[in-house]
């Protein structure tokens, strides 16, 4: 009826909302979240999909980010081959569909590569952020 007031009550566990209240969030771009792709029209490439949000949030407090391969795979639970050219491989259409992706709430662009390891033992993701170029100057 007109003027009448309806109420709901949601119940959320107390571990979300003391995530929420303790300000444990991460806002996700969607947009370039869902073109995280193999190639130019292929499936979404999982592992891109791990490491984005991943990546986001180290480079919110830091300008760049390193980690063997090796340490990532065994963060995200994928297999870690013996062979470091396999794992290059396995990471390298990550670091494909990642690199140039806007993050930081699109204030930034994300710069991913691979680099040999100083050991030659593995190879090293190494991103870092960049000011996005269409981003407006500061006052």
């Known amino acids: 009826m007109p003027g009448d007031n309806s109420r709901v009550t949601i119940l959320i566990s107390s571990r979300v909302t003391e995530g929420f209240l303790n300000k444990h969030i991460k806002a996700l771009l969607g947009k370039p979240y ?49 062979r470091k050219s396999y794992r290059q491989k396995q990471f390298a259409t990550a670091v494909a569909a990642l690199d140039g992706k806007a993050i930081q709430g699109e204030r930034c662009m994300l710069r991913v590569r691979l680099e040999l390891a100083s050991d030659g033992k593995d190879y090293v993701l190494v991103a870092c952020r960049q000011d996005s170029p269409d981003r407006p100057a500061r006052i």
């Open 34 to 82: 869902k073109t995280l792709r193999e190639g130019r029209h292929g499936r979404p490439s999982e592992i891109a999909r791990l490491l984005y949000p991943f990546l986001d949030g180290q480079l919110a407090s830091k300008d760049e980010y390193h980690c063997k391969l090796t340490l990532l795979a065994e963060r995200f639970g994928l297999r870690a081959d013996p």
